[in-house]
């Protein structure tokens, strides 16, 4: 019998029991007071939330659909052709992905689009964009080509290649691209509020209205459900999707791609100039109206109503700092808990700790609230903010650090506890820094999450613990140019500080991580 690794063990209870307690009882409380609550007809308040519920679902599949369609010219060309500035174009796509989604909806605010669907369309395919082009452009940069060539060989047209043979072999990446933007755009929330408020209000804004504004968590635990079951129904068909449809067999290593000549020179450039100058303009606007009047010097002024908003930027960069290492010491134990184990447990074990990707955060953030209240009340703990940003940011740090701990060849390991090492000094002397700058990276995008996060902060957050997207939200809900100007200027100051963390990330080489 394989004796019992207690130092495993030990490490294992640490991730277990922090997404336990933070993630998975507050599900469960929210299921429970949920599942009690629906039981909903078709009049007065019921009819008005299957409006929000047909709402949510129609927008979300429209948004999907309008993204693929306005990401298709660009990811053609990226994908297709070899030209100057080719990686920097890809780069500058992804941009508007990583701004927070408070920075987007002030953004489209700037440019006057506010209180209509066609607002939030628009945010919703600016935001997503980058996840077509990437997701879509990798595989069919890969497809070979010698496939095409038979077909016209045969006689078949440019377009009945791409509809005979190109499309069915993208299918796959398209709809993995498909399920990403529509659950994005499902759970929404920043933009939703920001740009339709509560007239055009999806589930994720409903339930923030009544747990924060009418008070009536029961019927918010209930819209909650609704919409945890809309999210693993999504889930759900698209596994069953990618389980049915591959095209490995028609992948090839990624070549150098042609020079775009003629016709097609001019089709590229019109793509990603075009693409580029779309996605230019909301952040353009948004930064030349920030300039505008005295808005960064108002942002010293103490307001009685919403405070300092400099005190935001504090309070972000603080929470950030506590989230990143809290996340980065869960992770990393979770990781060697995954690396060190086997089977079906390290499976599970993976899978349990990316379900807060699948979860909206302003679920966590009403979770918290329904379930932190007893036996000890941390609701309005300093903590319970970091905690939040950091469960968001775990799966990262996990995706960064497990595929650098598998690297380590095991003989190496081995020849480590043959000499007498004990397997906290393996940790420390062979584990410890060849992981050390995956989990720098790892960190990295846990502090940018957590810069950005607005949804379960909306829920947790105190006057005197805004952060700047809340703040941000505060001052665009309040009358008045003044307080818009100062909105933007935030925006702008959070933009700047989440595009400079990206850009170092980009910056570091993963070439050599994981090797000796």
Known sequence: MRPIRWGHVLVAAVPVLFIGYFFLYPLIRILTLGLSELNIGFDGVEARLFHIGWFTLWQAVLSTVLTMVAAAPMTWAVSQFEFRGRKLATALVTVPFVLPTVVVGAAFVALGWRNSVGAILVAHIFFNIAVVVRTVGALWSRLDPDLHDAGRVLGASEWKVFRTITLPLLRPAIAAASAIVFLFTFTSFGVVLILGGFRYATLEVEIYRQAVTLFDLPLAAALAVVQLVGVTATLYAYSRYQERHTSTWALRAEANRPKPGGRARFLVGASVIGTLIALAIPVVVMVARSLRGVAYAGLFRDDPVVGAPIASIGNSLRFAVIAS????????????????????????????????????????GFGFIVALGEPVDLRASFWLIPIAHALVAIPFVVRSTVPTLRSIPAETREAARVLGASPSRVWREID????????????????????????????????????????????????????????????VILAGMTAVIVLWIDRLQFGEIGTF
Request: aromatic share 8%; glycine share 10%.
């Open 325 to 364: 290492v809290i996340a980065v010491l869960i992770g990393v134990m979770a990781s060697s808990v995954i690396t060190g184990g086997g089977g079906a447990m390290s499976r599970w074990f993976d899978l349990t700790l990316m379900l807060p990707l699948g979860t909206s955060a302003v679920t966590i």
């Open 432 to 491: 410890l820094p060849i992981v050390a700058r995956a989990a720098l990276v790892g960190a990295a995008f846990a502090f940018v999450i957590s810069l950005g996060e607005f949804g379960a902060t909306s829920f947790i957050a105190r006057p005197n613990t805004a952060t700047m997207p809340v703040m941000i939200v505060r001052l665009l809900s309040r009358p008045g140019s003044a307080s818009f100007a100062m909105a933007l200027a935030l925006a």
